[in-house]
């Protein structure tokens, strides 16, 4: 666990705190790439000899007119996007918190909502691996809640979660997974 995440209070209840969020710098990036990409789709006059006009004329469809769509709905997707992290950012910092008696998590990667689990209701945490995307997977008697490894700062805060909520819930003699040896 990391110890620069216990808080310094003398109160019975410790407690270990991680940002849990996305990350901004990265998002906007994509975002501005995906989004001037969707602008020159829509806006730009391809050439009649650009493969991917060929290809899709060869499916029998005018090829500008679908470039075009694709770009509209870029252009709606990446303000989509944008809406969510303008929504996420005014929404404040949202951290995954563990104490002695309780696991206090965001809903969901993108509400502004928690949710407590008490230790005692958990019956299980695993690391999962699905495409490539790592999650922590929570299992408690009102269903299942899973923390995305995107939205930890870094993999190691990453672990460093898992192994306290593991730690937690093992010494109140519940199951743990462990995971498979990471490269």
Not at 49 to 56: A, E, H, Q, V
Not at 108 to 129: A, G, M, P, Q, Y
């Amino acid at each position: 666990m990391n110890i620069s995440n216990l808080s310094g209070n003398t109160a019975p209840s410790h407690q270990a705190r991680y940002y849990y969020g996305p990350n901004y710098k990265k998002m906007t990036l994509a975002g501005l790439v995906f989004g001037g990409l969707s602008l020159f789709a829509v806006f730009g006059t391809p050439s009649e000899n650009n493969s991917m006009i060929r290809l899709i004329e060869a499916l029998g469809l005018n090829g500008h007119l679908v470039m075009q769509l694709l770009g509209v709905v870029g252009v709606a997707m990446t303000i989509a996007v944008a809406g969510a992290l303008i929504f996420l950012r005014g929404a404040g910092n949202r951290y995954v918190v563990l104490t002695d008696k309780k696991l206090v998590a965001p809903v969901s990667n993108f509400s502004s909502k928690i949710r407590e689990i008490r230790l005692i209701n958990i019956s299980d945490v695993e690391l999962v691996e699905v495409f490539n995307q790592r999650f922590i997977r929570v299992q408690h008697s009102d269903g299942k809640m899973e923390l995305v490894e995107n939205m930890f700062k870094n993999q190691e805060l990453f672990y460093d979660c898992y192994k306290a909520i593991a730690l937690a819930i093992e010494a109140k003699g519940q199951n743990v997974k462990r995971a498979p040896a990471r490269k």
